[in-house]
């Protein structure tokens, strides 16, 4: 077993609820994009949806900070929005159903790019075809994209992502 799903291990056996499992994984993604190399680079930071409204919202018009599905949204150094949904699925398919609020969520004028990370790489052909031909680009990052990141993961542990 590598560190990665070590890590993702603990997090499903020290998670006492689905939501803590979810929120374990979203801070694990934001440890991902401020620590990869070629997204360290890019993003200034990463916030949870409702922390970026608290900084962002009024500038753009939104005041909700309810997620609808968005869980976190990347800052570029440049300002633009990205933003992210965290999928943590380790024993079934991604399916349509399963990224259908995001991208409805996510289609807004102020987002240039859209991620969806996941724990696994098993989609369901309807999900896959979601994701193609958007007016804004989403990008699809599997548990092989995770695994073959520049980190290391045996530096991450438990208690530095989960965060209740």
Same mark, same amino acid.
């Given at each position: 077993?590598?560190?990665? $799903?070590e @890590? #993702?291990s603990?997090i499903?056996n020290?998670?006492?609820?689905?939501?803590?499992?979810?929120?374990?994984?979203?801070?694990?993604?934001?440890?991902y994009?401020?620590? =990869?190399?070629?997204?360290a680079?890019? +993003?200034?930071?990463? @916030?949870? +949806? $409702? &922390?970026?409204?608290?900084? +962002?919202? %009024?500038?753009?018009?939104?005041?909700?900070?309810?997620?609808?599905?968005? !869980? #976190? /949204?990347?800052?570029?150094?440049?300002?633009?929005?990205?933003?992210?949904?965290?999928? %943590? +699925?380790?024993?079934?398919?991604?399916?349509?159903?399963?990224?259908?609020?995001?991208?409805?969520?996510? !289609?807004?004028?102020?987002?240039? #790019?859209?991620?969806?990370?996941? $724990? *696994?790489? %098993?989609?369901? =052909?309807?999900a896959?075809?979601m994701?193609?031909?958007?007016? /804004?680009?989403? *990008?699809?990052?599997?548990?092989?994209? #995770? =695994?073959?990141? &520049? @980190?290391?993961?045996? @530096?991450? !542990?438990? =208690? $530095?992502?989960?965060?209740?």
């Open positions: 077993m590598n560190a990665l $799903s @890590l #993702l603990k499903e020290a998670s006492p609820t689905q939501r803590d499992k979810g929120t374990t994984f979203e801070n694990l993604c934001v440890q994009f401020l620590n =990869e190399p070629k997204y680079e890019l +993003y200034s930071s990463v @916030l949870s +949806y $409702s &922390a970026w409204v608290e900084k +962002y919202g %009024n500038s753009i018009g939104i005041t909700h900070k309810k997620d609808s599905g968005i !869980d #976190l /949204i990347a800052v570029t150094k440049t300002g633009e929005f990205h933003a992210i949904q965290c999928k %943590n +699925y380790n024993q079934t398919k991604i399916a349509k159903k399963d990224i259908d609020s995001f991208l409805a969520a996510s !289609d807004k004028k102020y987002f240039t #790019l859209r991620y969806i990370v996941a $724990s *696994t790489d %098993n989609w369901t =052909e309807e896959k075809d994701l193609r031909d958007k007016s /804004i680009p989403v *990008t699809a990052l599997g548990l092989m994209d #995770l =695994e073959q990141s &520049a @980190l290391d993961w045996s @530096l991450f !542990d438990i =208690e $530095s992502v989960y965060k209740r």
